[in-house]
């Protein structure tokens, strides 16, 4: 059981870190960017997973400055790999919900002199629960800031396309459950293939995610998607690991 004391120390004792996991581009095959995922390196209990203390960090307010932490961290390790190679922040509903969330993306943007254009934020569709006027205005001065916006773990929880038409996402990720049954189920291919065609029409680029063998990076070349990510090209991997990983790739 994560406690809400335990996770407050893990922040002033410095045991959260990132992973990196890369995004490959399907057109060149080149990575194109890295998600940063948080990690958490108890000294007792060892790894604890996000889906543990995210939820815990939510409902306590932590996920604000732990999020805020994560941007920062995100941006700074980005600024020292080499340009054009882009970064992919997950940032939680909570904090998408509180009016300063553009300001704390300045603050990593100026701290880590990390080019805007190559900073992603990747929020969950259930942002839009609330059909909260002030988070699609919050999503307009972020990409008034130059970063860019991706819809995560599409085509799961919250099931409405309204806010499609609300706010233009640069990049829709489909969520894994599809990419499991892209080679054994017609349907999971067929709803695959329809969500490109909605990203396409909405001039979104794609991203698959949980891609893990050749053949359904295949699947997805030919139904056109643009990116995959996925343990067919790595786990996540700590900071210092990613330009070997970039140098080495291909
Ligand atoms: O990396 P892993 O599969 O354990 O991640 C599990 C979940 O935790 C994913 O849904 C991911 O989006 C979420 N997560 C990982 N890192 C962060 C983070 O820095 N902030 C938020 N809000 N969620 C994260
Ligand atoms: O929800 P989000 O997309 O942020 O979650 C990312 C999570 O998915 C990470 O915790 C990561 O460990 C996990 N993940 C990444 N690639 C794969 C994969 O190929 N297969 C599976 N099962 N999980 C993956
Ligand atoms: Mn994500
Ligand atoms: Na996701």
Sequence with gaps: LVLERDLREAMEKKQLSLHYQPKVSLHDWEVIGFEALL??????????????????????????????????????????????????????????????????????????????????????????????????????????????????????????????????FDTLKIDRAFVRELLISRDARSIVRNILALAKSLRMSTVAEGVEEPLQVNVLEAEGCNMVQGYFASRPMPADQVLEFVLKWR
Excluded: K
């Design 39 to 168: 990690r958490w390196n108890h000294p007792e209990h060892g790894a604890i997973t996000p889906a543990e203390f995210i939820p815990v960090a939510e409902e306590s307010g932590l996920i604000l400055p732990m999020g805020e932490w994560a941007l920062t961290e995100a941006c700074c390790q980005a600024a020292r790999w080499p340009d054009p190679l882009q970064v992919a922040v997950n940032i939680s509903p909570v904090q998408v919900m509180t009016h300063n969330l553009p300001e704390a993306v300045q603050r990593a943007l100026r701290t880590s002199g990390l080019a805007p254009g190559r900073l992603e934020l990747e929020i969950t569709e259930s942002v839009f629960i609330n059909d909260n006027r002030g988070t699609v205005e919050r999503l307009h001065a972020l990409r008034r800031l130059g970063v860019q916006i991706a819809l995560d773990d599409f085509g799961t929880g919250y099931s409405s396309l309204a806010y499609l038409r609300r706010f233009p």
